[in-house]
Structures are given as C-alpha cells and as structure tokens.
C-alpha cells in the first residue's frame, strides 16, 4: 500500500517561513497531480496548492504570492515552502497524491502547522 510521509511543520511567527515536505513511498511520477490541503479547527478540509503533471500550479487565492509548490525530482518530494505566514494559516496540513483518473487519491496523516508570536 503506498503511504505518503510529511515532514516539516511546527512553530512558526507572522511573517516568518516553514517548509513542508511529502514523500510517497513510489515514484512520484507514478502520481499525476500533487497537491497540499489543510484543515483548520471547526472548518473543511481546504486545497491549499497542487502541482499538476501537466499544466500549471493552482494556489488558493490567500496563499498565492506566500506559498510555493514544488516537485523535488531528487528527493522524490513534493514541498510547500510557506513564507509570510499568518496566523491564519494555523491548520493541519494534509499531502494528497492522486493517479491519472483518481478523484480521491492517496492522503497523508497530515501536519500541524502553528502560526502565533
């Protein structure tokens, strides 16, 4: 069964940067869009990025121009880099990895990610 592993999270003050890291236990070319959601308390799961095979990366509008996706080849990651944060941005972060065809996909056991002085 392919599991997805997230690493990074934790602390972080306004303003400042956290990265989150997913690594699928395959290939993630095997997968055809990455994408990183989160949950906060009382609220539904969100999409907060996704990377795409093909095609351009989708934000959701209150992270577009603080957050980036991107697919590290290398490592075999897909991370979030966080900057700006607000305290908004408090949530668990969820990585979800979907096949060609795949509405649901796979999900990680998600990350918390707290933004307070």
């Known amino acids: 069964q392919v599991q997805l592993v997230e690493s990074g999270g934790g602390l972080g003050q306004p303003g400042g940067s956290l990265r989150l890291s997913c690594t699928p236990s395959?290939?993630?070319?095997?997968?055809?869009?990455m994408g990183w959601y989160r949950q906060a308390p009382g609220k539904q799961r969100e999409l907060v990025a996704e990377?795409?095979?093909?095609?351009?990366?989708n934000y959701a509008d209150s992270v577009k121009g603080r957050f980036i996706i991107s697919r590290d080849i290398a490592a075999n990651a897909a991370n979030l880099q966080m900057n700006n944060l607000k305290p908004e941005d408090t949530a668990v972060y969820y990585c979800?990895?979907?096949?060609?065809?795949?509405?649901?996909?796979?999900w990680g056991q998600g990350t918390q990610v707290t933004v307070s002085s």
């Open positions: 979800n990895a979907r096949r060609p065809g795949e509405i649901d996909g796979i």
């Open positions: 990377f795409p095979r093909v095609g351009s990366r």
């Open positions: 395959e290939n993630i070319f095997a997968f055809d869009i």
